[in-house]
């Protein structure tokens, strides 16, 4: 079955440092892979995707790059600001999975100024 | 992009009372409806798919008699939790893939329901 492993948190840095969240997956189809944050006390909004290897997501300074050969899409932004504060999923969904989508656990990420 | 409202934002309620959440998908028909169940600090629990004129498709270890599933119309999904007792406490958020099964369109999420039992 389809698996998505996200690196724990939580995650604290200073504003304007660099941010990695690790992600990998395995999958039994071609999955597209996702980014989604969740604000406190909201529901989760979607950060960027990529729907193809090699394929580059990026949105508000946020990238991650589709590797099919590390089953990789590791989340990266250049400089963190305070406002970037919140829970990071990444998640994959595929043709044989009826619509449903595979979701990590999630990392907290908290940027201090 | 599609937008979901979900509806209460926050409830809090008796134990034994029943409390209904509503979903609705407000750019387009949505075929498919997804329930999720989220504790603190952790990750989202898929709990069923909710199928417009169908019924729902539970995950295991959900029970279908407690979270009641109606998706009568093509923009709105509810979620009744039966007879709430206290570890039915819980964020619950509603999701609508905007592509139906098309795997490369993401889920767009409704901004949870805070229930709290007491």
């Known amino acids: 079955g389809n698996s998505v492993t996200q690196m724990e948190g939580p995650v604290t840095l200073s504003e304007e440092a660099f941010l990695t969240i690790n992600c990998t997956y395995t999958a039994t189809g071609y999955p597209s892979l996702f980014w989604y944050v969740q604000y406190p006390g909201e529901g989760l909004q979607l950060l960027l995707k990529a729907t193809k290897a090699d394929d580059k997501g990026s949105n508000k300074g946020f990238e991650a790059t589709y590797r099919k050969e590390t089953t990789s899409f590791h989340l990266e932004k250049g400089s963190v600001q305070v406002s970037d504060s919140a829970v990071y999923f990444c998640?994959?969904?595929?043709?044989?999975?009826?619509?449903?989508?595979?979701f990590g656990d999630g990392t907290t990420l908290t940027v201090k100024p | 992009g599609a937008v979901v409202s979900q509806h209460p934002s926050w409830v809090i309620c008796k134990s034994g009372t029943s409390v209904k959440i509503e979903c609705r998908s407000l750019?387009?028909?949505?075929?498919?409806m997804f329930w999720y169940r989220q504790f603190p600090k952790q990750s989202l629990m898929l709990m069923a798919t909710s199928n417009e004129g169908s019924k729902a498709t539970y995950e295991q270890g959900v029970e279908k008699d407690k979270f009641l599933i109606n998706h009568a119309s093509l923009t709105l999904s509810t979620l009744t939790v039966t007879s709430a007792h206290p570890e039915d406490s819980s964020f619950y958020i509603c999701?609508?893939?905007?592509?139906?099964?098309?795997?490369?369109?993401?889920?767009?999420f409704g901004d949870g329901t805070r229930l709290s039992i007491l």
């Open positions: 750019d387009f028909q949505a075929t498919t």
């Open positions: 999701s609508v893939n905007q592509g139906a099964l098309d795997s490369n369109q993401p889920q767009h």
């Open positions: 998640a994959l969904s595929d043709n044989t999975n009826a619509g449903k989508s595979t």
